[in-house]
């Protein structure tokens, strides 16, 4: 006849697996928003120590 799941242990495991998903998706989606970041701050970086260099600031 087969094996068969009970309501519980189908819902026990979509739980599991999704909580597995979920726990995977947010951790690449914490690194790659760390390198967007790290990417924006060390463009930012650069623009500013051009802008700096290459005009004194105006102090009015």
């Given at each position: 006849?087969g094996?068969?799941?009970?309501?519980i242990?189908?819902?026990?495991?979509?739980?599991?697996?999704s909580?597995?998903?979920?726990?995977?998706?947010?951790?690449?989606?914490?690194?790659?928003a760390?390198?967007?970041?790290?990417?924006?701050?060390?463009?930012?970086?650069?623009?500013?120590?051009n802008?700096?260099?290459s005009?004194?600031?105006s102090?009015?």
């Amino acid at each position: 006849m087969g094996k068969t799941f009970t309501l519980i242990q189908t819902v026990a495991t979509a739980a599991a697996f999704s909580a597995v998903s979920y726990w995977y998706g947010f951790m690449f989606g914490r690194e790659s928003a760390r390198k967007e970041l790290g990417d924006l701050i060390e463009s930012l970086r650069r623009d500013d120590s051009n802008s700096s260099s290459s005009s004194p600031p105006s102090h009015s």
